[in-house]
């Protein structure tokens, strides 16, 4: 029973059909919701929102039948519901396909009475990083700058496919894919590049609510930004990187990605690891490390930056226990990694160079 809408702007009734909401709320009562239905008259992008409508208000677009709907995109408090009032109204965008029929309910627990509401179309292309099916692809060593997160288009992976919540964070974000060519290490870091209050959030898997798998997710892991360390990735797998941040009127902040290539020469050895100590971590002209092995080795340590290129290295012969004075004065701020190895076991530690 959707009611049948075009593009423009939409009145919607008083949400008196309880049960109609899409999810169930806390003891067992049915939400209030109402229903509409739009086809989509070529490919393109689908804007609905209720800012400045009045009401606080949240909204689900989907894809397929009644009996088999689709989530394609939710929102909950992206907006004003009143020109400099409280962001509780609600938008989201996403891509639609022509031909294809797509239902918007709308749904709330706090308030159930009438709004206003707009449905938009557009047939340009989709700004590159606003939606999962644009992101951005990046390399290792690329330090991204965000100049703002205008996505509205945002999975936002601690609730993905969980969406039962009154509240919930799908709102901005900005969308980046990497895919290596080979195994290894990746780390991807806000820290130190910004003081903005980051989210990072990667996937695997396609585009969409029930195609994405989260996988790797960070919030505050380095103060208020982000940072997921030496996950492992494998060669030919796509991995989508979304950002954003806690603050709704951000500027943008950068980033940075860093590869370390599976060798297949030596095998990672945790209490090899622990015959070293590199301190301070971060640092800012200088740093040290600091060795005591059980028994004599011939050493290698090697100084990197992100993409791999060698930018100091010491030969150290029947090494037992000492120390070696890493200079970074030379070096930008920025994410580097010191390799250590004996020949038969290796270590890769990173390091933090600030300003």
């Known amino acids: 029973l959707a009611i049948p809408i075009d593009t423009g702007m939409h009145t919607a009734i008083e949400l008196q059909c309880y049960g ?3 999810t169930v709320r806390s003891g067992g009562q049915g939400r209030a919701g109402a229903w509409y239905e739009w086809t989509a008259p070529a490919d393109g992008i689908l804007s609905v929102g209720s800012c400045n409508g009045g009401r606080d208000t ?5 894809s ?5 709907l689709h989530l394609e995109g939710v929102n909950d408090d992206r907006c004003e519901m009143t020109p400099g009032g409280d962001e509780y109204a609600s938008y989201r965008e996403v891509l639609v396909s022509a031909g294809t029929t797509y239902h918007i309910c709308w749904d709330d627990i706090w308030d159930s009475g009438g709004f206003d509401f707009e449905l938009a179309f557009s047939e340009s292309e989709p700004t590159p990083g606003d939606f999962c099916e644009s992101a951005i692809p990046v390399m290792a060593g690329d330090t991204i700058t965000i100049d703002q997160i205008n996505g509205d288009a945002a999975v936002a992976g601690p609730d993905i496919n969980h969406t039962s919540a009154s509240t919930t964070n799908y709102a901005q974000s900005e969308w980046y894919v990497f895919t290596p060519e080979v195994n ?5 870091s806000s820290c130190n590049f910004t003081d903005e209050d980051t989210r ?13 798998e989260l996988v790797a997710s960070s919030d505050d892991d380095c103060g208020l930004q982000s940072i997921v360390f030496d996950m492992e990735v494998t060669a ?15 500027p943008g902040f950068q980033w940075e990605l860093a590869f370390e290539p599976e060798t297949g020469t030596t095998e990672p050895d945790p209490a090899f690891a622990k015959n070293f100590l590199l301190a301070p971590n971060p640092a800012t002209a200088q740093t040290t490390l600091h060795y005591r092995l059980g028994q004599p080795a011939d050493l290698q340590v090697q100084l990197t930056d992100v993409a791999g290129r060698s930018l100091q290295q010491w030969h150290l012969s029947q090494a037992t226990e000492g120390l ?5 004065q030379h070096l930008p701020a920025g994410l580097y990694f010191v390799h250590i190895t004996d020949g038969r076991r290796q270590l890769a530690q990173k390091l933090l160079k600030t300003h």
């Open 20 to 22: 109609a909401g899409f």
């Open 58 to 62: 949240r909204v689900w677009i989907f």
């Open 200 to 212: 990072l959030w990667v996937y695997t898997g396609t585009c969409g609510f029930d195609g994405l």
């Open 324 to 328: 070696i004075e890493l200079p970074l």
């Open 64 to 68: 397929g039948g009644c009996s088999t």
């Open 184 to 188: 290894g290490l990746m780390t991807i």
């Open 236 to 250: 030919g797998t796509t991995y989508y990187i979304e950002w954003d941040s806690e603050d709704t009127d951000a």
